[in-house]
């Protein structure tokens, strides 16, 4: 009997010891020990006793060396997240410690200081497992967890929830490229901010819903004239591969075979649009010089009826002497700007290298005319042409061609056309492809997106990602399916849809960052940090003034407030910053400004009226009345001015202004020149600019001298002074 | 009769069980063996400097390229219009003599803050510290063999 006795209190003791040894044998409590080893290692900062006191900047006491070991944890009750991470990484705060191996690195960059960890936590960044105290488990690397840790660079994509875009219904042309948001930049996440312009740019939303992405402005052309616009040879090549015709088509390849180019193409031309091809919109340019000519002339563009403007023989109306005409009207117009010719030339619109190819006659001389009657969302300004300068410019532009013959193709077309079972394919595919996600095309108002749903792509585990063929032999992560399906998007499996759009390595990585951002998480409102910026609810200029502005497209490349793109200075105070001569100038024959850009602004040839609307507009409107302040009003007579502008030349010399601006013959090139300076600028701008540059335009390469006020209004006076 | 039948046996033994429980324990990785070197990642270090030298490029082709040229020679697009050349930054025999604190006055307050001609500006009250800081390790890794290629980072 007490043999039993003895036996089981043994193994209770036996077991008891066990739990002991193990509790004691804990993983978190031998890092904790390896980072007191570490500690008492460090070169110390203040020559005390080795180990003890205190050392700056530290939050959490040092384990000691009675045993005190500790699970240190972050509880969040508005997040209802707990993190231990702390318990193996103690040097996460100290600074100093950030070449030392994990777990006892410091936290790079300055994460940690905006969002301390006390309101943040660890895992609402990070992911992972807060809970456990065992790395493997910790960093979510176990079955069934479904958040594990992300690395270094898609931890940027846990920005989103926080920090997340607002979308304009228009796009602004910024830093080049079209985009649907000005605040797509988010410092720290690089390549996240990359990610959302992509996503924007390229069109991802016209195929995949996202919550957000609604009621945006079509990427592409309406199709419903397309009719009148191409010849019906080119469609059918560039349905087939756009690539071809424009290297920087965001069009997708849908890998289209002949059979199915022709269906489309015969579709897509028999389409009719419900307005006429002529609208009444387009008047005469009010005030313009040509307005005779273009009434006189009116008649020779085909206003009433049908057009004939299919199948035109496009070699019918070139002679040379026009041709040389249209070549020079091309270059004084900078039509570069923004077209690119012959690998040389801006990006905003179609290269022209083969437009010969693609349009017919007539609608590209009634584009000219008037675009927005074809494409009334269309970047395209209205330039004031001449009927003859119209026909001369167009005849130029169709010379450029690639010389194939395409007869053959046109007759298989024309023969395609009569075929009703090819148009109705061709109506089906354009239901299958989703082509309205992009285009207008009538009949086609209140489809929904063809592709799947990406508002919650970042939430889905990886078990419900089809590896398909690829399954075992890539890394079984989200991030690596996201990444291979950006890069071939058929290659899962052979009856998948997405169509080919070509990313390099470095746009899908920032791609798929950005789409594993799309948790649909909800945050709490009090973590929510949107960008600040102006209501997008604000009128645009009214008025004549908005008309004209609205006809030139300016906000392509100009800002006013918070409208508008950034490829030109902002117009927000413009009429506080230059004198209205040097505007009404500048409107009649743009000139260089800065030598070191390549963009000029495009030659309108606009009327005197209408450019009397628009310098007054500036000048009276576009002001700032700090700008404004009459600084001539505190100097008093012209010798305190003469003084002052002594003052200001001799700074001049002395900051080293003409190492960047030009006054005379001599100095740099980089600033705008300084000759005649008091002829274009206002000196009460003059003096703001000088006084903090990067106020108002916050890269520019202008710096900031640290002016006093009176320095500043020195030079000032000296520059306004700069009027010969 | 047993060996825990006696009662000093059996006081010596649960003495000594009573011992064996109060034991720590060898737990814990890397504990106790690690010597100060362990602990420091060369790796990331190099990481680290990498990082500090992609920033630093982007800063100098925008802000210094256009003078000191692309490869910091001082042949830039604009060094022909100045009167004083552009420092020659990737000239190892003359940059080894220039201090840590001279580059970043030079930087912050500019040229003539150390008596040389006002052509070069001051950038402190437009560039953060930490921006000067990856400036000037991108410049004093200008000229060293192959310049550390930015595109290399990835």
Known sequence: MYQWFAILSLAVLVSFEATVMWDSRREWKGWQRAFETLEGSLPLANGTAKGKGDSGGRTKRRPDRNGAYEIRQIVLDPLGRIDRCPTCHLGIDRS?????????????????????????????????????????????????????????????????????????????????????????????????????????????????????????????????????????????????????????????????????????????????????????????????????????????????????????????????????????????????????????????????????????????????????????????????????????????????????????????????????????????????????????????????????????????????????????????????????????????????????????????????????????????????????????????????????????????????GEKGGDLAPALSIEGSQVTEEWLSEFFRRPNFLRPILTARMPVFNLSPGEIRTLAEYMRVVLVDDKVDQDLDGTLEGGKERSRMSGEGAQMYERLGCRGCHQVGLSGGSIGPEMTRVGARLKEGWIFQWLKSPQRYRPRSLQPDYGLSDHEARALAVYLANLKQ | MMFWESKPQRRRLLFLLLLATLSPGCGGPEAGDASPGFFMDKGQLEAQRAEKIHRGEGLYRYYCLLCHGEEGRGDGYNASTLEVPPRDLADQSFMRKVSEEQLYSVVARGSSAIGKSPLCPPWGRVLKEEEIRDLIVYVRNLGRGAPFSAQGLN
């Open chain 1, 96 to 560: 100093e410690l950030a070449g030392v191996r994990q777990p006892f690195r410091s936290h790079p960059g300055p994460f940690l200081s905006q969002h301390p960890p006390e309101r943040f936590g660890c895992t609402s960044c990070h992911r992972g497992q807060g809970m456990a105290t065992r790395a493997l488990a910790a960093h979510g690397r176990v079955e069934d967890w479904p958040e594990p840790l992300w690395t270094a660079l898609y931890v940027q994509a846990s920005c989103e929830k926080c920090h997340p875009i607002s979308l304009l219904r228009e796009p602004v042309f910024l830093q080049g490229r079209k985009l649907f948001s000005r605040y797509n930049d988010l410092e720290g996440a690089p390549l996240l901010s990359e990610g959302r312009k992509l996503f924007q740019e390229r069109g991802c939303w016209a195929c995949h819903k996202v919550e957000g992405y609604r009621g945006l402005e079509k990427l592409g052309p309406p199709l419903s004239r397309i009719r009148e616009k191409v010849r019906p040879a080119w469609l059918l090549q560039w349905l087939k591969d756009p690539r071809a015709y424009l290297p920087r088509t965001i069009m997708p390849n849908f890998g289209l075979n002949q059979q199915q180019a022709m269906a489309l193409t015969s579709y897509l031309l028999t389409l009719e649009s419900a307005t006429p091809s002529v609208t009444p919109s387009a008047l005469p340019y009010p005030g313009s010089a040509s307005l005779k000519t273009v009434a006189g002339g009116a008649a020779s563009i085909e206003i009433q009826g049908k057009p004939r403007l299919e199948n035109e023989p496009s070699g019918a109306h070139l002679d040379e002497a026009a041709s040389e005409r249209g070549s020079q009207i091309f270059r004084r117009s900078r039509c570069v700007s923004c077209h690119s010719l012959d690998g040389r030339g801006g990006l905003l619109g179609p290269a022209l290298d083969q437009i010969g190819d693609k349009v017919n006659r007539a609608w590209l001389i009634r584009w000219i005319y008037d675009p927005r009657s074809y494409y009334p969302s269309s970047h395209m300004p209205r330039f004031r042409f001449s009927q003859e300068e119209r026909e001369d410019l167009v005849g130029y532009l169709l010379g450029k061609r690639s010389g194939e013959e395409s007869t053959r193709e046109e007759e298989l077309i024309n023969m395609a056309r009569k075929d009703r079972e090819l148009i109705r394919e061709g109506r089906r595919l354009v239901k299958e492809l989703g082509c309205f996600g992009c285009h207008e095309i009538p009949g086609f108002d209140r489809e929904t997106e063809v592709g799947p749903e990406l508002t919650r792509f970042g939430g889905k585990r990886v078990e419900e990602l089809d590896f398909g063929k690829l399954a075992g032999k890539i890394g079984f992560t989200p991030q690596a399916w996201t990444l291979k399906k950006l890069q071939a998007p058929r290659v899962f499996r052979g009856t998948l849809k997405m169509p080919d759009s070509p990313l390099s390595t470095e746009e899908a990585g920032a791609l798929s960052v950005y789409l594993v951002s799309l948790t649909g998480e909800q945050v709490p409102a009090a973590y929510l940090h949107r960008k600040k910026g102006r209501s997008s609810e604000e009128l645009p200029p009214q008025g004549a003034f908005g008309r004209l502005l609205r006809d030139l497209r300016c906000f392509t490349c100009h800002s006013i």
